[in-house]
């Protein structure tokens, strides 16, 4: 059974390259994104790694967590993160989870259950360990992404997808397609025209079900 949207993550206590502790523990009550690797010292992975650390003060406007995971074991983290930094520019004060058991990789359904290791393995015998999860303060999954191993990951649209899950669970509304901070937003159907003048002031009635407004602060 794979891991769905508002399921609850798996509360699995992981070892990192900065030490062991229970996921939901060390979520507490931030939210956090967990992205997965196939290998180390791997070259689109390492860009990427970089991306995350070069967007640190991001992550922490918005009360935001981040842990990678990658299917080798604390000492190449260790030695990975130079590589990482150099290519970054950056810091990469992010824990990344040494997944050599491939535990996290099934428990999040990126690997099947009789998936293993091979001696001289290389990164395609876990390609499918490149996913991106969103996860709320509730522990739940919010959104996920999947990438192959060619194409590397655009962190500003996962930092657009974390500004509109915030908006829509913090503000009681959705966000349209290529929708950025100070946009207009979808009041949901759900909330009648009444209603939605009390909550929300004036709108933009663009069609029966699509109803459009401003956030203000």
Request: with cysteine; net charge negative.
């Amino acid at each position: 059974m794979g891991l769905r949207i508002n399921d609850t993550i798996p509360n699995l206590t992981v070892t990192t390259d900065q030490g062991s502790f229970a996921l939901h523990d060390w979520i507490g009550d931030s939210w956090a994104i967990l992205f997965s690797h196939p290998k180390d010292f791997t070259p689109v992975c390492t860009t990427e790694f970089g991306a995350v650390a070069q967007l640190a003060d991001e992550w922490e406007k918005r009360g935001t967590k981040v842990i990678g995971v990658s299917v080798d074991g604390v000492e190449d983290h260790k030695k990975w993160k130079n590589d990482i930094e150099l290519v970054g520019g950056a810091p990469a004060g992010f824990p990344i989870i040494a997944d050599d058991g491939l535990e996290v990789s099934k428990a999040f359904d990126m690997l099947p259950a009789e998936a293993y290791l091979p001696d001289g393995r290389t990164p395609a015998d876990s390609a499918t360990v490149r996913s991106v999860f969103i996860i709320g303060p509730d522990k739940q999954l919010k959104l996920s992404m999947t990438y192959p191993m060619t194409v590397g990951r655009n962190f500003a649209e996962v930092l657009r997808a974390l500004d509109g899950l915030q908006t829509s669970t913090g503000r009681g509304v959705a966000t349209p397609a290529n929708w950025n901070v100070g946009d207009d937003v979808i009041i949901p159907a759900t909330v009648s025209d009444e209603d939605a003048k009390a909550k929300f002031g004036d709108f933009k009635k663009v069609l029966p079900y699509l109803r459009k407004t401003s956030l203000k602060d």
